[in-house]
């Protein structure tokens, strides 16, 4: 490869000296590559600079010379709009390096130039995430227009790139290389057969098309969750098109599960007697996919060790070339250990060149390439064809893997390390394969992974055995006894009112007050348990409910209308809650001992309230009344618990849950009965200490004023820990990322219909960028699937009830008056279904901005600049979430500080808070503050008590609370 030194790493050049900096500052070149990843968004010169100001002068990573002209040219009048054009032109030059073209007519030129000197190439059409079924049509159409314009160039090019393509194992010059989920918006591998077959609807376009002009067509392999649904897309369209002999998948080696893929493949071609071919790549989303999947809880599907997918990148090809009679290899490296095994394997086992190729990434080892195409072997450079912004993320990925500390790349020619290090084998340095967590701490519950099919088949299961539960009665529960009364409430499936999901006892005030008399009987038994024994109970509610996971998401998606993913969010948020508050309980019981003083011991410690009354509402069946009850009856109190009226059989099975970890009798009883004379009774009552409630403001509110009288015989001051309501906004300004911008918004708004406390019903756009993200979220909006839940593919069911059809059909006609609707999408079927509206143009004091809706209601507003937004967002008695899109650190900081949310959330959705990480609960009139899932939860169910003795006796001291370890 002689001297040869690719442009990035070369220090002559300013590139190379930039790259320097940043591989030698690990801070400097993260705030760098953030840098150059935001900047294709900011339309105006001003901005440019505001940005670049916000990344580097403020911060201490900086190499001084850099901090000094940034700060000259924001002095200068004149300087900054040439200054932007600067940064714009040096981002473009470092963009050319690895993107071939801003389309495939720009990028003809470089392609012909490489074809010229002997390689051919793959082409990624770069693209935003597509969230609509238009934005899925238009790279559909990208695609054709791809290869009808490529496809008669190159076919009309003399000499044939590939050497010894003339022969039995030609494959064409031209490769598209897709990406599967750029073809169909919805696509899930939760709903697998609907994906496979819906995405197809595209794909078979691109392949006709390929077939017709003689492009190979290899399908790229995205994130790990979608790893088995493009597989089975790939063997799906494979066997529709049988006679095409040149379709490829990529299999990335950092996969510990590549091998039983690769091996799959194999015996699947074999059986049908045909040839694929096989791009076999180390993997591009290391960081993502060990963020992700650790964040969710699930195995870290990556190898941890870089020396081990080095390793199997080996083994696979070794694989690839013994089964090279059914495969083409494609080798997808630029690794020179790893292109050096492979020509050895090759050379010893008498494979001629053409029995496989190498690839390359455009842009990338250079030297390398030009070496093995010299020596006679075939090479396809993978070129990516885009405009900037959605290239961006591809850059900086590119960057990133250029120069890592563990690139071939920068090893090889920034580093210069000698060749016997750069070929020598891969070893595996076992420290880094150390967990990453301690035992024994506070973990979530992993979300179901829906991409594993026994999961699915584990809910259609459930979904159908459940069915033949319906229209059980269901009784009260009081102390150990079970009540059936004359008065019920019938519970149906919102989705289909015909179906009764069970009917369930009604207590009246006599039942309230015998449930009092109960709770009162056990409490001074159940407060003396050490709080490690009322911990274990709820660590066996929590195993329970893990058993019946799949029963209870079934339930929650009949009673209540969740899809799937939500219905075990909530499931899995109880589990957390039991799991979360038993630690907590065990750390706060232990007394502490406050001063330090010989002959006086001062003891701290906590006691129960008494008897407590959970009011609960509907939207969050199980985790927020199992949240509530394992926090009262952790603490030592005897809870009555009410359900809504709307999810009394969730509410039923919860505390049959609670009943079977043995818990004694008194300490819990289930009484569902009407808000207005059961639960006014409960809080009113002299007999009870605390209310804990979750509902709408107005109940909320007169909750607390009737729990502030006092009555005759009531001995203590009522507490009420109370959780209300919201109107939550999301601001979204102009150095947002559009593709995260308009999916956390889709998701933060009509995740459950709308019916979150915590969803989205406000955005605040910034500046120009309205249209844009408007246009793509009403796409998105539209391309959604509406239907039951019992499907899994369904994106939004039905809302709750008859009421909230009507009730939210009049804000939908109050928006037609107040502003401009930007959507409004019907929805059918025999349940409560209602479409999603939007509206724009609405002013920020009208009810339907200000006034929460509980539905799929959504107002987009403007604002000047990120003060206005702020006032906009916090112009509400609301407090509870709030959201910002934003790549500027100073927009990011105003926010943190100005932005009046109990939750702020920043370049997320603002919904699915997790116990232990984002404690939950709002300010202003959503809440008194007390934050469920987090570390000071619990006391608000306790008293705090201190006690005082003085342990002088005849001059002599001794620690009697505290003894001497
Ligand atoms: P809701 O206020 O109508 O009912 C909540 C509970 O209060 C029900 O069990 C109901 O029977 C009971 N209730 C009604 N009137 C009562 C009275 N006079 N005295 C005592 N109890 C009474 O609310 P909902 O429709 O069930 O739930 C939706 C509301 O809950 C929304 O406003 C939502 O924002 C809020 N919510 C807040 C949070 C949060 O954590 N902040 C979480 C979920 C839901």
């Known amino acids: 490869m002689g001297r040869e030194v690719p442009l990035l790493f070369n220090k002559k050049k300013w590139m190379g000296r930039v790259m320097e900096w940043a591989m030698k500052d690990e801070t400097f070149r993260f705030q760098l590559f953030r840098y150059i990843d935001v900047l294709p968004s900011l339309r105006s010169d001003a901005l440019v600079l505001k940005v670049l100001k916000e990344y580097f002068t403020e911060e201490a990573h900086t190499p001084v010379m850099l901090k000094k002209g940034i700060e000259r040219i924001s002095r200068s009048t004149f300087i900054p709009y040439i200054a932007a054009k600067v940064i714009r032109a040096a981002v473009e030059s470092i963009a050319r390096q690895f993107i071939a073209g801003k389309d495939p007519a720009d990028a003809l030129k470089p ?19 597509v969230v609509s079924d238009v934005e899925a049509l238009a790279s559909t159409k990208n695609y054709l227009g791809l290869l009808d314009l490529l496809s008669p160039e190159i076919t009309g090019w003399a000499r044939d790139p590939l050497p010894e393509n003339d022969k039995k194992r030609s494959v064409p010059r031209l490769d598209i290389s897709l990406k599967v989920t750029s073809l169909y918006s919805q696509m899930d591998p939760l709903d697998f057969e609907v994906s496979v077959e819906s995405v197809k609807e595209n794909l078979r376009q691109i392949f006709r098309k390929a077939q017709e002009v003689g492009v190979s067509v290899c399908l790229d392999m995205e994130h790990y969750y979608f790893k088995d649904l493009i597989l089975a897309v790939f063997k799906s369209i494979l066997d529709e098109f049988e006679d095409y002999p040149f379709a490829g998948v990529a299999l990335q080696a950092y996969l510990k599960d590549a091998k039983e893929d690769l091996l799959g493949l194999i015996e699947w071609v074999k059986a049908r007697r045909r040839r694929i071919s096989v791009r076999l790549v180390k993997g591009a989303y290391w960081d993502y996919e ?26 696979l090809t070794r694989i690839l070339f013994e089964n090279s009679e059914f495969i083409y290899p494609a080798i997808a490296t630029h690794n020179l250990r790893s292109v050096s095994n492979a020509i050895a394997f090759a050379e010893s086992s008498g494979l001629s060149k053409d029995f496989f190729e190498f690839q390359m990434l455009y842009g990338m080892g250079e030297p390398l390439r030009n070496t093995l195409k010299d020596m006679g072997y075939r090479v396809r450079v993978y070129g990516p064809v885009g405009e900037l912004i959605p290239g961006m993320a591809y850059l900086v990925r590119r960057l990133l893997e250029n120069t890592s500390n563990e690139s071939f790349v920068r090893q090889c020619f920034a580093e210069g390390k000698p060749l016997e290090e750069l070929i020598k084998a891969p070893e595996i340095e076992r420290a880094v394969v150390a967990g990453h967590r301690e035992e024994g701490i506070f973990r979530n519950q992993p979300p179901m992974d829906f991409s594993q099919a026994e999961n699915r088949e584990s809910i259609k299961d459930s979904l159908g055995k459940m069915k033949s539960d319906f229209s059980r009665r269901y009784p009260l529960s009081i102390g150990n006894q079970e009540i059936y009364t004359d008065r019920e409430i019938v519970s149906h499936n919102p989705a289909n009112p015909r179906e009764v999901i069970g009917r369930v006892s009604l207590a009246t005030k006599k039942e309230a007050e015998r449930a009092i008399e109960e709770a009162r009987k056990a409490f001074d038994m159940w407060k003396k348990k050490v709080p490690q024994e009322r ?32 219905a075990d969010g909530d499931v899995n948020e109880a589990i957390d809650y039991c799991e979360y508050y038993g630690r907590e309980m065990i750390r706060l019981g232990t007394p502490i001992r406050l001063g330090d003083f010989p002959g006086e011991e001062n003891e701290y410690h906590y006691e129960p309230r008494g008897v407590g009354v959970v009011i609960s509402p ?54 569902p009965g009407p808000g207005n004379e059961v639960g006014e009774y409960l809080v009113s009552h002299p007999e009870t200490d605390f209310i804990a409630f979750t ?15 006092t009555r005759p015989g009531q001995r203590s001051i009522k507490k009420v820990i109370a959780e209300m309501g919201g109107k939550n906004a999301i601001i979204i300004d102009e150095t947002a990322d559009m593709d995260e911008a308009v999916t956390g918004v889709l998701e933060s708004f009509l995740g459950y219909q709308g019916q979150k406390c915590s969803a989205c019903s406000r955005v605040i756009v910034i500046g120009e960028v309205f249209d844009k993200f408007c246009g793509r979220l009403r796409g998105a909006v539209e391309s959604i699937r509406i239907g039951p839940p019992e499907e899994p593919g369904t994106f939004m069911g039905p809302v709750i009830d008859e009421g909230a059809v009507k009730k939210i059909g009049r804000y939908i006609e109050r928006g037609m008056n107040e502003g401009k609707p930007l959507l409004l999408r019907k929805a059918e079927g025999e349940g409560y279904f209602i479409g999603p509206a939007i509206f724009g143009d609405v002013g920020p004091g009208s009810p339907i901005a200000q006034e929460e809706i509980f539905g799929p209601v959504l107002v987009i507003m403007r604002a000047r600049d990120m003060d206005e937004a702020i006032d906009i967002a916090n112009d509400s008695l609301y407090a509870l979430t709030g959201g910002v899109f934003s790549r500027s650190p100073a927009n990011i900081r105003k926010a943190e500080e100005g932005f009046r949310a109990g939750n702020l959330y920043i370049n997320r959705k603002i919904t699915g808070a997790f116990v232990g990480r984002q404690p939950f609960g709002g300010a202003g009139l959503s809440g008194v503050g007390s934050k469920a899932g987090g570390p000071d939860y619990l006391l608000k169910f306790m008293n705090p008590r201190s006690i005082s003795e003085n342990t002088l006796r005849r001059g002599f001291a001794y620690s009697v609370r505290f003894p001497p370890k």
């Open 618 to 671: 509907w939207n969050f069946p199980l985790a927020i009344p199992a949240g509530m009850i394992s926090a009262g009856i952790v603490t030592g109190n005897c809870i009555i618990f009410k359900p809504s009226g709307l999810s009394p059989v969730a509410g039923w099975r919860l505390s049959e849950i609670f009943k079977t970890s043995g818990i004694p009798s008194g300490v819990l009883q289930f009484l």
């Open 111 to 129: 392609l012909n130039s490489l074809l010229e000197s002997g390689f051919a190439f793959s082409v990624d059409l770069l693209g935003e995430v």
């Open 535 to 566: 911990a274990e109970y709820l660590f066996r509610v929590a195993e329970e409910m893990r058993r019946l996971r799949s029963e209870l998401i079934a339930l929650e998606i009949y009673e209540v209308g969740k899809t799937w993913k939500d």
């Open 695 to 709: 509902g709408s403001k107005d109940v909320g509110l007169d909750i607390v004023k009737r729990a502030g009288e």
């Open 290 to 315: 060990t963020a992700l999947n650790r964040q969710k809880g699930w195995p870290v599907p990556v190898f941890l060790d870089k020396g081990e997918t080095d390793l199997n990148f080996e083994e």
